[in-house]
């Protein structure tokens, strides 16, 4: 009988310490989304993507057949997103036949942290392949490793660009074989011959690193191959190595990209790529390891540009072996520097208004981008006609004062009679004429986290009828079940004591 009380006792306390023990693990463990984001992905409403479960349940949305990549929907992210508690991410638009079809806006935000293996012919990357419409995003502390010769399409960002990517940048490593392979993008390439895919305003300083002595073929430190589409005002800055010296037959390496084909155009961009250890030979350049396409306005801290240029390629005002610190200033761009003095082109034009910008604080003084966020609000406010009021307004210690406040049709403007000169202190009661339906607006400070941006605070207003999703509610059910399991296992065990006793 002794044994039994103290079995069930221990029994009982041995699953209040279960509870204790492995209840606040389940918000670090638990990542698969059960609720919709907030919105409903038209334009007007995107769905918001503000935590770690929102984006799990992009990807599983994209890769449901139903939902055609995507396609006409929009999401909007609205936080820092860190993937550190995920060991190898799935891209988003993998399982899908179409990929991502979307408009995915990062608001300058970042998804940081992104750990994956190459999978055997997958194309690799936050998003496999886009041919949708991604901006605004950082991809930081990315680590890709594995995949072999026989693998294609390796990018932090995105493995495929078949799509629009705008203002986006990366940072990190990655170690591969995979032929196509870029610090940012693996390949950009056709969607159905009709399409123009782009990259323009972006950066990486992702390195770019084939791995032991393997073989590795359009190596790029922002895109590994530019088979059709534009890329301009970008630049790279990680170290790129495909282990050419070692191995003879490895081809097309370059800071910008491996090989810029024909039909494909680069403009405006520039450098600071090692491209194999300054390996001197056919097809491993500073820029472009060949060009078939057209590359103009381009500049390298390399003192070679390309190498190899195909019949009917194309490549005009390309700079060579300049400075670092040349990069450093805002100037530069503007093309208002004497020396060189050739610079840009204004066709495409670095735009230091409203996209770019330098500070010797950020990025060790290279360019950044600018925020891009936009007001996260479901619905605007609704107004009505009310005719004018006065209202009396009650003081202490002071003279009385009348308030009047007089309505237009769009909203409401109050008129305070002054007080004397003797008031001290006075508590105002106001009627305001307003809408019939008045929403509470908070705005609360966010912040960049990325390297590209830092301690650059924004403030947004959030309507209390569409604040951010906490993403409470995905283990919110399954921890009430286990505390609810807990207490009846406890108040069992102490039953069955008592009645033993």
């Known amino acids: 009988m002794l044994r039994k009380r103290v079995l069930s006792r221990s029994f009982g306390a041995f699953a209040i310490i279960l509870l204790c023990v492995f209840y606040p693990m389940f918000n670090l463990v638990i990542v698969h989304a059960t609720d919709v984001p907030s919105g409903d992905g038209s334009s007007s409403n995107p769905f918001l993507i503000t935590h770690l479960a929102d984006l799990v349940w992009l990807k599983d949305r994209i890769a449901d057949p139903t939902k055609d990549g ?8 609205t ?3 860190d993937l550190a508690t995920l060991s190898d991410w799935t891209p988003i638009g993998e399982g899908s036949a179409s990929g991502f079809r979307g408009t995915y806006d990062g608001q300058s935000y970042t998804v940081s942290h992104l750990q994956m293996t190459v999978k055997t012919l997958k194309k690799t990357g936050l998003f496999s392949i886009n041919r ?3 901006k605004n995003l950082g991809v930081t502390e990315v680590a890709i490793t594995g995949g072999t010769t026989s693998d294609e399409g390796v990018g932090a960002l995105v493995g495929v660009n078949k799509g629009s990517i705008a203002r986006c940048w990366s940072t990190g490593s990655i ?3 995979a032929k196509a392979t870029g610090g940012l993008i693996g390949q950009q390439t056709t969607y159905d011959n009709t399409a123009t895919p782009s990259l323009i305003d972006a950066f990486s300083t992702v390195s770019v690193i084939a791995p032991g002595t393997d073989i590795a073929n359009y ?16 630049y790279s800055i990680g170290t790129v190595d495909s282990n050419a010296p070692n191995i003879s037959n490895s081809k097309f390496s370059g800071g910008i990209t491996g090989e810029i084909k024909a039909g494909a155009s ?8 090692i491209v194999d250890n300054n390996y001197d030979k056919l097809y491993h350049s500073g820029i472009a390891g060949q060009v078939g396409g057209t590359l103009t306005y381009a500049q390298t801290s390399s003192a070679i540009a390309v190498k190899n240029i195909l019949t009917g390629g194309v490549t005009s005002n390309l700079l060579t072996s300049v400075g670092a610190s040349t990069f450093k200033s805002q100037t ?7 020396t060189p003095t050739l610079t840009w082109s204004a066709a495409t034009a670095w735009d230091f208004d409203t996209v770019w910008t330098i500070s010797a604080l950020v990025n060790d003084g290279l360019p950044t981008l600018q925020p891009q966020r936009v007001p996260v609000i479901e619905a605007a406010e609704t107004t009505t006609t009310a005719a004018p009021t006065t209202a009396t307004t009650t003081a202490v210690n002071t003279s009385e004062a009348t308030t009047t406040a007089v309505e237009s049709t769009t909203e409401a403007t109050t008129t305070i009679a002054p007080t004397t000169a003797a008031t001290t202190e006075a508590t105002e009661t106001v009627i305001h004429i307003a809408a019939a339906t008045t929403e509470t607006v908070e705005y609360r400070p966010v912040t960049r986290s990325g390297e590209a941006l830092v301690n650059d605070p924004q403030e947004v207003p959030i309507s209390e009828s569409n604040m951010p999703n906490t993403g409470e509610s995905r283990t919110t059910s399954i921890i009430t079940y286990l505390i609810c399991a807990a207490i009846i296992i406890g108040a069992y065990g102490i039953f069955q004591s008592q009645r033993n006793a």
Do not use: C, K, R
């Open 132 to 134: 949708g419409t991604i």
């Open 70 to 77: 995507g396609n006409s929907e929009y999401y909007h992210q």
């Open 79 to 81: 936080s820092d997103i």
């Open 219 to 234: 190596f790029g430190g922002l895109i590994g191959e530019i088979a059709a589409g534009t890329v301009q005002t970008a």
């Open 175 to 177: 170690s591969t074989a």
């Open 266 to 273: 680069v403009q405006n961009v520039f450098t600071l790529s």
């Open 332 to 338: 530069y761009f503007s093309g208002s520097d004497t």
